[in-house]
């Protein structure tokens, strides 16, 4: 399958699977409740095609980002109109909430189902992430250098929050790009606090932060080139490098070592099936560095969870996410971050979705479910200005304080309003897609900035 028509593919079954899941909510609960519901449709404008049962029309349509559910008196109906027993706005503020919520909901369950297939399936993570930060590895010139951060520092609070992980410290680094941090530290046994300034890691799209260092993290050998200086010394893939030597070296000095050593015998100590290993291995130069031709990774471990192991883990997971999110909307209105780096539309999602496709059902039914999680929680906040559930959310909090429903006209003025937000909306995550494929992103269109 080609890349154009394998993303075409991918973006369609991700993005069909997660639209059907939410209107399905939508959907669902309406019927349950005693509404009609005119219309089911994937996408939005013109209807291409689609067939009607009963009261409902089943229809695809020119736009395929998104869908909705059409009821009954959706529209504007006039104040002391007599109202059918299955429409919309007969029926209580309470039934109303729960039609418009659970679309969002079924996403969220999407996201819990998804992520509890995935850990009993066994997933495969660095294995230091669990581990006590304690650092093992500081890149030169970075935030971390230049805040005095030394090896064998131990983080324990971040702006004064306990972080047990390096889990716990990657994602409070990563959440804040560019910021000033307090970081309280144990050095030989003393607790001190250190200030650091993060940066912006360029390795990746968006804007995550960067302090410059690691853990303990242990070499894993993953593929050895044959006939390479590595073969030859005897090592293997799944070899743990623990030293060179005679001096423990991790992920990020390994390849530091070999590079400062061509043509230099060297020993490597590994751990092979749960023995160590001595092995002499002489780097062949290649230009002025040495290589010993190998492909190396991060020391992982398979976790696999039994049922109830894997849904509370999904759960655990779903409400790291969720914050980090929220975390994240709220810089983006406050304007701590930006969005032309950090939020992502159909292109995107369909680049990103044939990525996964490619590595299999288990990683695309990972990226799935982070995505449902996404829509789900974006779609619960009530903020009347975005052209979600989470509008109607709001009108509907905003009638139940007044004790009285908004005026017909004034609610379809709102909804054309976010009708243009949504457009809007739309037309700049497509272009904000397509200009971050470009060599220097918006510069490449405003010179002028540079």
């Known amino acids: 399958m080609g890349p154009i028509i394998g993303t075409i593919v991918a973006f369609l079954l991700v993005f069909g699977i997660l639209v059907l899941v939410h209107e399905l909510g939508h959907f669902a609960t309406a019927k349950f409740v005693g509404v009609r519901v005119e219309a089911f449709s994937f996408g939005f404008g013109k209807r291409l095609f689609g067939f009607k049962r009963g009261d409902t029309d089943y229809r695809i349509c020119l736009v395929p980002v998104g869908g909705y559910v059409k009821f009954l008196g959706e529209e504007a109906v006039e104040p002391g109109a007599a ?3 299955d429409n919309f706005m007969a029926k209580s503020r309470w039934k109303r909430f729960l039609i418009i919520v659970m679309g969002a909901v079924m996403n969220i369950l999407l996201a819990i189902a998804a992520f509890t297939v995935v850990n009993m399936a066994g997933v495969t993570v660095p294995e230091y992430l669990n581990d006590k930060p304690v650092i093992g590895w500081i890149d030169a010139g970075s935030p971390a250098e230049k805040a005095d951060l030394r090896i064998d520092d131990e983080i324990l609070r971040i702006n004064a929050k306990t972080v047990a992980t390096w889990n716990d410290v990657e ?3 990563g959440t804040r790009p560019e910021k000033v941090l307090t970081i309280d530290i144990r050095r030989a046994g003393r607790e001190m606090p250190v200030t ?13 932060g960067y302090a410059g260092f690691y853990g303990k993290i242990l070499t894993q050998v993953q593929l050895v080139n044959p006939g390479s200086p590595a073969e030859k010394g005897g090592l293997k893939p799944g070899d743990v490098v623990q030293t060179i030597n005679g001096e423990p070296v991790y992920f990020y000095k390994f390849v530091q070592v070999l590079e400062k050593n061509p043509e230099k015998e060297l020993e490597i100590g590994v751990l092979r099936d749960g023995r160590p290993l001595a092995l002499h291995v002489t780097p062949r130069r290649e230009g002025q560095v040495g290589k010993i031709g190998v492909l190396q990774v991060m020391k992982s471990v398979e976790k696999k969870y039994a049922f109830f192991g894997a849904l509370g883990q999904s759960l655990k997971d779903c409400s790291s996410m969720a914050l980090t999110l929220l975390d ?6 406050t304007g701590q971050a930006s969005a032309s780096k950090n939020l992502g539309g159909p292109l995107e999602i369909a680049s990103m979705s044939y990525s996964f496709f490619q590595l299999g059902f288990i990683r695309l039914l990972w990226f799935m479910g982070f995505i449902s999680l996404q829509l789900g929680v974006i779609n619960l906040l009530p903020i009347p200005v975005l052209p979600l559930d989470g509008t109607q959310i709001f009108i509907l909090g905003l009638e139940g304080i007044l004790r009285r429903d908004l005026s017909p006209k004034l609610k379809q003025i709102w909804t054309q309003l976010m009708f243009i937000v949504f457009m809007a909306l739309f037309a700049f995550l497509i272009v904000n897609d397509v200009v971050r494929r470009l060599p220097q992103g918006w510069k490449s269109l405003l010179p002028f900035l540079k």
């Open 328 to 333: 994240l909307i709220k810089k983006l209105f």
């Open 83 to 85: 109202l059918e027993p």
């Open 171 to 173: 994602m409070a680094i």
């Open 196 to 208: 650091l300034m993060t940066g912006l890691d360029k390795k990746y799209k968006f804007d995550l």
